[in-house]
C-alpha cells in the first residue's frame, strides 16, 4: 500500500529548519506485514529530541530514514504467527523492541534487550526486515517504529494494547516522554515518599519526571533548566522550586538550601554540563540518574575518590528502565484517575506538512511536546 511518510535523507542540514527542510514528505510503498508483524494506522505522533538528535547529526542513523519513535495507532492488518493483537486495537509503540529471548529479557530487563538494540541501530525491524520503500528502494526505520507516517508496519514486539477510551494524542506520549521521565524515577532511582528530587533538562521527558516524582511522593522537587521558559513551566507541572542552572552561585546555593544536597537528581538535557551539575547536586549517599542522549564523543569527568568517599551512585536508565507492557498500562491508569496530567505536555497539535517548523520550534527551545494529529 502506499502512504505519507516523513523522511530524513541527510542529517547536519543548517537551521533554520523551516528553511533547509530536513524531512521531506514523501509518498512511499509499505509491503504487507511478515511474520509477528502489522500494519498500523497512526492517529497520534510527538516531536522529540531523540529524533531531533537524528536530524542535526548527534545520533547518527542509517539513511534515508523515516523518523519518528513516539506514536499510538490502531492496528489495520496482521501477519502470520501475531495471536496477541486483533485488527482495532488500539496500541502504542516502544521504541525499542522486546524480543523475549535474549538473557536481559529473560532476566526482566528488556530496556537492554540485545536483539532489540541491534535492530535499532541497523535500521531494521526486530526481525531484520525493512518494510518502506520508493522506486524500489528500501527506506530504513526508525527505532522500529517509523511513526511519522500516515501508515506503518512494526513488530509486534513494539507494541504495547492499551484501552480504546484514551486519546491518542495522549496515548502517544506514554511510548517515550512520560515512560523515560516517569520510569527513571520510579523504576532507575528508586525515589520514594519523602526523598527529595532534581529534575535537570525540562522538555517533555523532565516534565515528566516531575509529575512522577510527586506521585511517587517526592517531598520536594527542584527543576534547573536554563530556559526561563521551561522554568516557568515546571512551576506549573508541580515543581516546588526551580533553578538556573547557568548561575554561577545556582549549585552552592542549592545545596545550602537543602542540607547539602538532593537525595536523588534525574537529567535529561544531553549535555554534560547538566549531567555535572546534577551529579554535583546530589548529596552524599545520594543517587544521580542520566536519561539523556549526548553526542557519542561526549565524556564525563569524575573524581573516582569522591565517588566512594560519599557513596554516590551514577546510573543510566534507558526506556525507563521498563517493562513497557507491564509499565505503560500502569501509568495510564495512573493518568485515567488525575494523577498524571500528561495533557500539559502538549505545547502544539500540528499536521504531517508542518513536521520541519515543528522541530525548528522543538531545537530553538520554543515548546515542550508537539504532537502530529493524523486523520
Known sequence: ?????????????????????????????????????VLIKVKAAGLCHSDLSVIDGNRPRPLPMVLGHEAAGVIEQVGEGVTQYAVGDHVVFSFLPSCGHCVN????????????????????LLGGHRRIKKDGKYYFHHLGVSGFADYTVASVDSLVKIDKTIPFE??????????????AV?????????????????????????LGANAAGASKVIAADISEYKRNSALEFGAHEVVNSADADALKNLKANNDGGVDISVEFAGVVPALEFAYNATKRGGTTVTGALPHPDARLSLSPLALVADEKSLKGCYLGSCVPIRDIPAYLKLYQTGRLPVEKLITHRLKLEDINEGFERLAAG??????IIFD
Open 1 to 37: 500500500m502506499k502512504t505519507r511518510a516523513a523522511v530524513l535523507h541527510e542529517m547536519h542540514l543548517q537551521r533554520p529548519y523551516t528553511q533547509s527542510l530536513p524531512l521531506k514528505i514523501e509518498e512511499v510503498e509499505l509491503d504487507p506485514p511478515g511474520s509477528r508483524e
Open 105 to 124: 529479557c529473560q532476566s526482566g530487563r528488556p530496556a537492554l534487550c540485545a536483539n532489540g538494540a541491534k535492530a535499532n541501530g541497523e535500521g531494521v
Open 170 to 183: 495522549i496515548a502517544a506520549l506514554f511510548g517515550c516522554a512520560v515512560m523515560t521521565g516517569m520510569g
Open 186 to 210: 520510579v523504576n532507575t532511582s528508586k525515589v520514594k515518599a519523602g526523598d527529595s528530587v532534581l529534575v535537570v533538562g525540562l522538555g517533555g521527558v523532565g516534565l515528566s519526571a516531575i
Open 366 to 371: 520554543e515548546a515542550i511536546r508537539q504532537v
